[in-house]
């Protein structure tokens, strides 16, 4: 695995800047929540992985011509990437919210089938000590984690997340 020191502050500061936006070397997608966590990774230090479309976690522009991993814009793809470590192997599944750092990350499984739709990357805390995050698709800035107020929340929606080391 590839050693390195992740930047949390960096992730963050990335992810501030671009939450309304979008950073011009990277395709802006419908549903970018992926697309946007994968750039906040990528500029807290977190070195890409390259390989097959189904492989890895990259994306790449050549003369022009946008090339991703499916881990680096799709939510569920994303999930099973960190889940077995990260580009790392020290990106970690956590049990609550509460152990979360700036630069981690949260997955939303809206229907609790198990089928991830969406991510988010933390960015703040509230007054109690709870992640805010920032999100794209619905661009948000130090939303409160658990997404309550989105459309897409059900009763059913499942929370994983992931602390990297």
């Known amino acids: 695995m590839t050693s390195m020191v992740y930047n949390r502050q960096r992730a963050v500061a990335y992810a501030n800047r671009y939450w309304n936006g979008h950073h011009p070397a990277y395709l802006l997608f419908d549903d970018d929540c992926t697309n946007f966590v994968s750039q906040c990774l990528y500029a807290g230090g977190m070195p890409m992985v390259f390989g097959s479309r189904n492989q890895g976690w990259w994306y790449r522009r050549d003369h022009g011509n946008h090339q991703w991993s499916f881990s680096w814009a799709v939510a569920h ?14 990106c ?27 991510n988010t990357i933390v960015t703040a805390f509230d007054a ?3 992640p805010l995050v920032n999100a794209h698709t619905q661009n948000s800035l130090h939303r409160r ?12 929606t499942r929370y994983v997340f992931f602390h990297i080391e």
């Open 128 to 130: 109690d000590g709870q």
């Open 145 to 156: 984690w658990e997404y309550r107020d989105s459309p897409a929340w059900t009763p059913q």
């Open 77 to 90: 793809s994303l999930y099973q990437f960190l889940k077995k470590g990260g580009s790392t192997g020290r």
């Open 92 to 118: 970690r599944m956590v049990g609550s919210a509460g152990e979360l750092l700036l630069g981690d990350v949260i997955c939303y499984d809206w229907e609790g089938d198990g089928r991830f739709n969406h």
